[in-house]
């Protein structure tokens, strides 16, 4: 950890521009943000690249041919914080189990005012955060009105706060559900809604199909090996159906009354395991960012069957860790590292 007083966000505490300020897994563990400033970050960042002000190209993917592992490459701009950043993720062991998984990720800002670099960070809590706050703002403008029950289908990293996120948007929900194969995971689930909502309690079932049925919201952000597939014709009229990893099957898109998806070329590119006998998914009928904006309806009606896609678009993670950023800079936290000198 460095004692240098914290510099203004861009700024390299060594006053140069040979410096990186790294900040650790550590670092950001211990860096205190409510959910709805994760929730309303993440929204400014949606409507700032609605509005024409942010750049989010499409992801780069590269992935051996036994899919053994994975990785991407993104690149954005942030308009309204005047930041640019680089995003790499990489994921091993995808054929093996949970415990066998290696999984990286790295997100690097720079300060397109000063043209300084602000700091490179393990960007891991900040997709933890991204992902299920991105699923209850789209659960808020797409979840049928009076939406009282939600069911989170896996327990991994983006199942854990599921529940708390989906609370922030619409504390109406009454009735809070997850299906998990995993004992520490759904311990896991229920300590991180308690720690947020400590009145609530979550329910565990075992059963997928009747729960799906009873569910006005389902977010299934399980991993590749779920036993999990809900079809369409268990859910019931105006059910939301949001993907975030695995553990709905493809006719929950084919045939779902509308579609959502945060960005329709990403769904192109990372949702192929729900593509079609003849390898092609159905045109998206309105993307998200439109929906925040009042551009686009996210539901037509009471009864709408509705599929989203939820694929982390570079921008919101800008903007989340951005704001880790000025956090941890504020504090003093990070190490900085002569990189370029």
């Not at 005012?113 to 960007?123: E, H, I, K, N, R």
């Not at 403008?141 to 529940?163: D, F, H, K, N």
């Not at 799906?212 to 590749?224: K, L, P, R, Y």
Request: hydrophobic share 40%.
């Amino acid at each position: 950890m460095t004692d240098t007083p914290a510099a203004p966000v861009g700024t390299p505490a060594s006053g140069d521009d040979t410096h990186l300020r790294i900040l650790s897994t550590t670092d950001l563990a211990g860096i205190d943000i409510s959910l709805s400033d994760v929730v309303a970050t993440v929204e400014g960042a949606y409507r700032t690249l609605h509005a024409g002000q942010s750049d989010n190209p499409r992801k780069l993917t590269v992935k051996p041919r036994d899919g053994h592992s994975v990785s991407y490459a993104m690149l954005g701009r942030d308009g309204s914080r005047n930041v640019v950043a680089v995003k790499t993720s990489y994921k091993h062991g995808l054929d093996k189990g949970r415990a066998e998984q290696h999984y990286y990720t790295a997100l690097t800002l720079y300060d397109d005012v000063t043209g300084l670099p602000v700091a490179m960070m393990d960007c891991s809590r900040i997709g933890s955060l991204r992902t299920p706050a991105v699923s209850a703002l789209i659960a808020r403008e797409c979840a049928a009105p009076g939406a009282r029950s939600a069911l989170v289908i896996g327990t991994g990293t983006q199942g854990r706060l599921a529940l708390p996120f989906l609370l922030t948007t619409l504390p109406g929900l009454d009735r809070l559900m997850v299906f998990g194969t995993h004992a520490e995971g759904i311990e896991a689930v229920r300590e991180q809604l308690h720690a947020h909502f400590p009145d609530r309690e979550v329910e565990v079932v075992t059963d997928v199909r009747p729960a799906a049925a009873e569910a006005d919201v389902i977010v299934a952000t399980a991993g590749a090996h779920t036993p999990a597939t809900v079809e369409t014709d268990w859910l019931r009229p105006g059910a939301l159906s949001i993907l975030v990893g695995h553990g709905l099957a493809p006719s929950t898109l084919h045939q779902a009354d509308r579609i959502i998806a945060t960005s329709e070329a990403q769904m192109n590119v990372t949702g192929t395991d729900m593509a079609d006998a003849d390898g092609k998914l159905p045109a998206v009928d309105a993307e998200f960012p439109a929906v925040l904006a009042g551009v686009s309806a996210g539901r037509r009606s009471d009864t709408e069957r509705i599929f989203a896609y939820n694929s982390g678009l570079v921008v919101t993670d800008i903007a989340l860790g951005h704001r880790f950023a000025q956090l941890a800079i504020a504090q003093g936290l990070g190490t900085e590292v002569p990189l370029w000198q």
